[in-house]
């Protein structure tokens, strides 16, 4: 990559609807509003700020209005909302959003236990928010379980295929393809992404990423590989859906933020002030977060060099 190309990386945080959906401590609606603030200060191109479900599904979100109510608009920060049905959707819009994002599964078994509606069920609701959204709001459909499910296993790039066929044939603007539990690998993302890309070049696609086995960013890498410049990630590492067993934190914001400035792309995200955000978090949700470069430092932070003695008294073997 030539330095005078720099590529645009579009940063898209999830962390205060993906990583306090799944939290066990209901984190206070005021304390919610300052984190979205302080957010939406340090550059990134989206907020998704709540859901707009059931609150007897996501007590943690129940305060969605609120928090939508009050926050402070940045300009040019896109703010979303995800929906999960047409209540969700009117709700959504009565707050003004500027994105609805619904949410339907390529797999049949995780919709149902997310959902409590089979794929089709949802795809009947997203056609009537089609509908009821037009004009006032960005519509995004994300789709879970797109690399593999943990009720079903592999899902096949046909299927993700035919779903996103689906949405672009209702007239949905924009989709993410969702890794929901980590199942997806490097090759894969790259072949799907491409495909994708290839048969719909207009559309706004975003990659959602979970590090649940440890393949998030390297995943991530892959998919830009493949064209896509668009990314969710969670501040801290926080998130995961808790209809699905075993689900853990989405990509770490600040990780991703720090291998694409490393690798010279333009996220124009301010990366000290997503750490210092970072460094909040345990104080919210009440346990440490699987972030990584908020406990090492960016890659350009220098420790003063130990003298001579030093090192020979400390005598350690390093690997
Ligand atoms: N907002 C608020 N309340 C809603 C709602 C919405 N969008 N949709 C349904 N409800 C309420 C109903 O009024 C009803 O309330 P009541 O029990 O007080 O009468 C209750 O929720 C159940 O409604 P029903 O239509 O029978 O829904 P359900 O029990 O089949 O659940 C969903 C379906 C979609 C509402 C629920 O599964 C849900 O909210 N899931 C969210 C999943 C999620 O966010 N996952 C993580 C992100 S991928
Ligand atoms: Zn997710």
Not at 87 to 104: K, P, S, T
Not at 115 to 139: C, D, H, N
Not at 200 to 213: E, G, K, S
Request: glycine content about 10%; charged content about 15%.
């Amino acid at each position: 990559m030539a330095s005078s190309q720099k590529l645009r990386i579009y940063i898209q945080e999830v962390s205060v609807r993906d990583g306090f959906q799944i939290e066990p401590v209901f984190v206070p609606t005021e304390q919610k509003i300052a984190l979205i603030n302080a957010l939406g200060r340090t550059g990134l191109a989206k907020i998704e700020v709540t859901s707009f479900t059931s609150p007897k599904a996501i007590p943690a979100l129940a305060d969605a209005e609120a928090v939508m109510h009050r926050i402070d608009r940045v300009p040019g920060v896109q703010y979303a909302a995800l929906v999960p049905n047409l209540r969700g959707c009117e709700r959504a819009l009565a707050c003004g959003v500027d994105e609805i994002n619904v949410v339907v599964s390529a797999s049949e078994s995780h919709n149902l236990a997310n959902l409590r509606m089979t794929p089709e069920q949802s795809l009947v609701q997203i056609s009537g928010i089609v509908k009821q959204t037009a004009g006032k709001a960005f519509l995004n459909a994300s789709l879970s379980t797109a690399f593999g499910c943990p009720f079903e296993g592999d899902i096949p790039q046909s299927r993700v295929m035919e779903m996103v066929g689906r949405f672009v044939g209702m007239g949905i603007h924009g989709v993410s393809l969702c890794d929901t539990t980590g199942m997806a690998n490097p090759r894969q993302v790259y072949e799907v992404c491409r495909a994708v890309k290839e048969r719909w070049p207009a559309l706004t696609l975003t990659a959602h990423f979970h590090n649940t086995r440890g393949m998030g960013l390297a995943n991530a890498l892959a998919a830009s590989q493949a064209g896509i410049d668009r990314f969710d990630a969670s501040l801290g590492g926080l998130g995961g859906c808790p209809f699905a067993p075993g689900a853990s934190g989405n990509v770490c914001t600040e990780d991703m933020v720090h291998m694409f400035n490393a690798m010279g792309y333009d996220t124009g995200v301010d990366l000290g002030g997503l750490i210092e955000l970072s460094k909040t978090l345990p104080g919210l949700v009440g346990h440490d977060v699987p972030g990584q470069v908020v406990k090492a430092g960016p890659s350009t932070r220098r420790y003063p060099v130990p003298d001579r003695q030093q090192a020979a008294a400390s005598n350690s073997t390093c690997g």
